[in-house]
């Protein structure tokens, strides 16, 4: 850190700065050193907020390094400079937060391991977040004071700041601290979703479709929503398309909702790490018990609700049912009624639900989703591959929703019909047991629907939509009427001509045909559990 009296004019590359590789490495070795004294859930929550402890400190230095060049630059006397450079709104007009001098990192590196008698580290810790929180409102009640409980290891704590110290997050090629912060928290949230297995999905969805349905939305400007945000990445997407296409940070705003307090948590980090102004509500809630955002119609929605969840709220008088009341054993059609009663006049939402949402009439779910199709709300629907979500094997699907399907703005009129993509066959394969949608991928389906619905990108770029056999196809009202309004791409696309098949080297059609087979055993498996269940329910 420079002097507070004399900092040193225009440096720019700091001792210990460290490559993106490195910084990574450095990192997740420091998210070993818990490993071994709590479970991956713990430790996440412990080295994220020590990593964005640190990262508030670089942040703030980067800036009093800035401010202090531009002011000898200026011609700003000596004797006025301090003041200056301890005016906290020269620091939050840049999106720094204020780190008070208890809460500079080299006090916490300084006495990382203290001597008998001495204050913990996990004291100190505690003590600076909660120093950070009290200068910074954005971060009123975001950062855990979880470091000096009797169950943490002080002495690893302590090894694990000094690790944590080796890592800057500036001078990294011109970029800032925050979008080297961002891509460390990316880095970071994927490898704890691995770690976790199962419960990880609750606060990660793969990088691939997110950007998936992002490039599909277009969230040029608007309100964006998520109401079951987890850890945020579908802001953090949005605001990467944005900034993408040459857009701000400002061009939208972020509006999300999270039921577990440490997911909540994560979100406020991580939104605020990006530079979004999020509101996520004042603390973590039920969305279904306790709406955080009742008076909210957004412009866009993305979602990635928790597959057929059995255990929520369920009020049979909720306004939100329009379309039926959800059964208590299943809430995927409850979330999809939130979402389009979220929607505005012109709003669009993409959804990630489990393949039995386009086909199940358990308990009137096939009457909701005849009743949504009814309304002309369901705009697009994606078969989605295997082995996309570590996190699960239920396959999966997208749901595309749209308030207006008419030819408002440009847009090609497609009321009463439904577009079909079947892309089970599409993404690579990273290792033996995950999947990623590659950038082509993700351009070849969102340039179908874009082509499709006549998106402004569409006309820039002269797509023209046509019906791929096997691939894409755009249903009317009367044929998803004569399959029983069951949504089901494969039912629609049909198979691919001949030649394409007869071209296929026998051990990849083994393989692709293997692969369909499970993903038919997986849907039998949890349309036999779903019987089961409901016979229990019965016979009680």
């Known amino acids: 850190m420079p002097p507070r009296k004399k900092p040193a004019p225009g440096q720019e590359a700091l001792p ?143 090894e694990l700041v000094d690790l944590i110290s080796d890592a800057r997050f500036t001078g990294h090629e011109g970029r800032t601290a925050a979008d080297v912060l961002g891509e460390v928290y990316e880095y970071f949230l994927e490898k704890f979703a691995r770690a976790e297995g199962k419960r990880g999905g609750e606060f990660y969805t793969p990088s691939s479709i997110v950007r998936l349905m992002v490039e599909i ?29 040459r857009g701000r940070r400002d061009d939208i705003a972020v509006y999300g909702q999270e039921s577990n307090q440490r997911t909540w948590r994560l979100g406020k980090m991580n939104t605020a790490i990006h530079g979004l102004s999020a509101d996520l509500g004042n603390s973590w809630a039920d969305t279904f018990y306790e709406d955080k955002h009742p008076d909210l119609k957004a412009d866009f929605i993305l979602a990635n609700p928790p597959f057929n969840m059995s255990d929520w709220h369920r009020n049979t008088e909720d306004p939100r049912w329009r379309f039926g009341i959800p059964p208590a054993g299943n809430a995927n059609f409850a979330w999809m009624q939130h979402i389009v009663f979220k929607l505005g006049v012109h709003g669009t939402a993409g959804v990630v639900m489990a ?87 993700i351009k070849k389906i969102s340039e179908v629907y874009h082509a499709w619905r006549g998106t402004k990108s569409a006309r820039d770029a002269d797509l023209v939509y046509a019906d791929e056999p096997g691939f894409c196809y755009s249903a009317t009202r009367e044929e998803l009427a004569a399959h029983d309004d069951i949504l089901t791409p494969g039912r629609y696309v049909g198979a691919t001509g001949a030649d394409d098949t007869d071209d296929e080297p026998l051990t990849e059609r083994i393989d692709r045909l293997t692969k369909e087979l499970f993903t038919r055993f997986d849907e039998s498996t949890l349309l036999e559990q779903v019987i089961r269940k409901q016979l229990e329910m019965i016979n009680e």
């Open 16 to 158: 210990g700065t460290t490559t993106m590789a490195d910084l990574k490495e450095i990192l997740w070795k420091a998210a070993d050193k818990l490993r071994g004294s709590m479970d991956a859930a713990e430790y996440k929550d412990f080295v994220l907020s020590l990593v964005f402890l640190k990262y508030t400190f670089d942040a703030w230095e980067e800036r009093r390094r800035v401010l202090y060049a531009d002011l000898i630059t200026d011609g700003v006397p000596e004797s006025r400079i301090e003041s200056f450079l301890d005016d906290k709104d020269e620091y939050a007009r840049e999106g720094i937060f204020w780190v008070p001098a208890d809460a500079q990192w080299p006090e916490l590196k300084a006495n990382a391991k203290p001597g008998p008698g001495e204050i913990t580290i996990g004291e100190r810790i505690d003590n600076a977040m909660g120093a950070v929180m009290k200068e910074n409102s954005a971060l009123t009640g975001v950062l855990p004071k979880i470091f000096n409980r009797k169950e943490v290891d002080q002495r690893r704590l302590g």
């Open 217 to 245: 939305l277009e969230p040029y400007r608007g309100r964006v929503y998520d109401p079951c945000c987890g850890s945020g990445g579908m802001f953090v997407q949005a605001e990467k398309f944005i900034l993408n296409h």
């Open 355 to 441: 393949n039995g949402s386009m086909s199940s009439k358990q308990s009137g779910e096939g009457e909701i989703r005849t009743e949504l199709v009814n309304a002309d709300l369901v705009a697009c629907m994606i078969a989605l591959p295997s082995q996309l979500f570590r996190t699960t094997q239920i396959p999966a699907c997208l749901w595309f929703f749209a308030k207006d399907k008419t030819s408002l703005g440009g847009h090609t009129d497609r009321q009463g019909q439904v577009l079909f993509i079947d892309a089970r066959n599409m993404g690579t394969m990273l290792d033996r047991t995950e999947r990623v949608f590659t950038d082509d991928d």
